[in-house]
């Protein structure tokens, strides 16, 4: 594993590190989604034993689980971690509540007495501005207390608000976006990097759109490196400016994957990605519906299940697996136990989940496209 300082933080992080976003899931005895713990706590401590020791979570993340299980999970390992986790500043304080209780409920989710870097997450400058400085207050006071080391933004809004983000000079660490396929925030990395920030890359692999390339476009690949998921990261961590790239892990061979990648020099040479960029940039088909499944759209109150219908569309439109789309479609479209129907045709176009989605999707459009593409289900 390769360590690397989180810019003046003086934490050494691994530079691959664990995003708690996307554990395995099963079903409870009632058909109800749940995280597979089963397979989730081993994976989690599999992760440090091969020397990751930079886990991110949210209070939010996989149906509200993502800390107690990375707490269970880590509870008693012998490997000293840090850990990420994250203010959701965008949603109102509830009446009574503080900033504070926040950080307070992320501590006993986490069972922890300290969290290393406590965030304020996907912050706009609007948001900032209205609840950025009462945030910056609390983060103060929480390190004044011992209970929070570090304190750094993550955010989706446009990279000029970016920009102005990283002139608030308060915070030491940014979590942002970039990969192959959306390198808009390249500008901000440099800007922090110079400050002296860490920085800490989300969605490496495009939430998953990198896996794989579009049918007949397999050929961009590098014949250096083994695998898409490999080429998107190496192209990641080619970028000076990255300090440690989180990666999504849900199954063992992903994480052992991702280690031999990191734990090898890269075989590409400034020529090759050259190359690589021209040919990449050129993909018209990983343009037009960006969804990183990160479900900051979820719960719907219709219950349809947005980011799968999206991973079905994808699978379709752009690798051109039309028989897995529609197994993925059927699944996560089939209605539930009382029979109740998720399809996109029950859309009651609240615009609940646009509000919500750091990628700016239209999604009610989008749901009719997908409706359009996979025929009404019987
Ligand atoms: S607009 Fe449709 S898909 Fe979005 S939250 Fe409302 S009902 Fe669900
Ligand atoms: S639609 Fe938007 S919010 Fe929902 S999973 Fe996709 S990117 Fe995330």
Redesign the pocket.
């Known amino acids: 594993m390769i360590y690397t300082k989180l810019g003046k933080t003086g934490l050494e992080v691994s530079r691959l590190s664990f995003g708690v976003m996307r554990l395995p899931e099963k079903d409870d005895k009632d058909g109800k989604r749940i995280i597979d713990r089963e397979s989730s706590i081993p994976l989690l401590r599999k992760g440090a034993e091969l020397g990751i020791n930079f886990y991110d979570t949210h209070p939010f993340y996989c149906m509200h689980q993502s800390e107690i299980v990375l707490g269970e999970a880590l509870k008693g390992i012998k490997e000293k971690v840090h850990i990420q986790t994250k203010c959701p500043l965008w949603k109102e304080l509830e009446p009574g509540e503080t900033w504070s209780n926040r950080l307070e409920q992320s501590l006993r989710n986490l069972q922890r007495d300290y969290i290393d870097l406590y965030i304020a997450h996907s912050v706009s400058w609007e948001t900032f501005e209205k609840k950025g400085r009462d945030f910056l207050r609390m983060a103060a006071k929480a390190r004044e207390e011992g209970l929070i080391g570090h304190t750094g933004f993550s955010s989706h809004d446009k990279p000029e608000n970016v920009m102005k983000l990283l002139d608030v000079d308060e915070f030491e660490c940014m979590t942002i976006q970039y990969n192959l396929r959306d390198l808009q925030y390249a500008r901000c990395i440099e800007k922090a990097a110079k400050k002296g920030m860490g920085v800490i890359i989300m969605g490496p692999v495009g939430g998953g759109i990198l896996e794989k390339l579009p049918k007949g476009k397999e050929h961009i690949k590098p014949e250096k490196v083994g695998g898409v998921p490999e080429m998107a990261l190496r192209y990641v961590f080619r970028n000076p400016g990255v300090s440690c790239a989180l990666s999504g892990m849900s199954s063992m061979e992903q994480l052992e994957e991702n280690i031999r990648t990191i734990s090898s020099p890269d075989p590409l040479t400034e020529k090759d990605y050259l190359e690589l960029e021209k040919s990449f940039f050129s993909l018209k088909e990983l343009a037009d519906l960006y969804c990183t499944r990160c479900g900051y ?1 979820q719960p ?3 219950n ?1 299940n ?1 980011p799968g219908i999206f991973h079905a569309v994808n699978l379709w439109r752009i690798y051109g697996s039309e028989e897995q789309a529609r197994f993925f479609y059927g699944m996560f479209t089939h209605p539930d136990k009382e029979g109740k129907k998720r399809d996109p045709s029950v ?8 509000k919500k989605c750091p990628q700016h999707i239209p ?2 459009e989008q ?1 009719k496209e997908a409706q359009e593409l996979f025929g009404k289900p019987e």
């Open positions: 759209c719907c109150p219709q349809i947005i859309c009651i176009e609240c615009g609940e989940c646009e999604i009610i749901l």
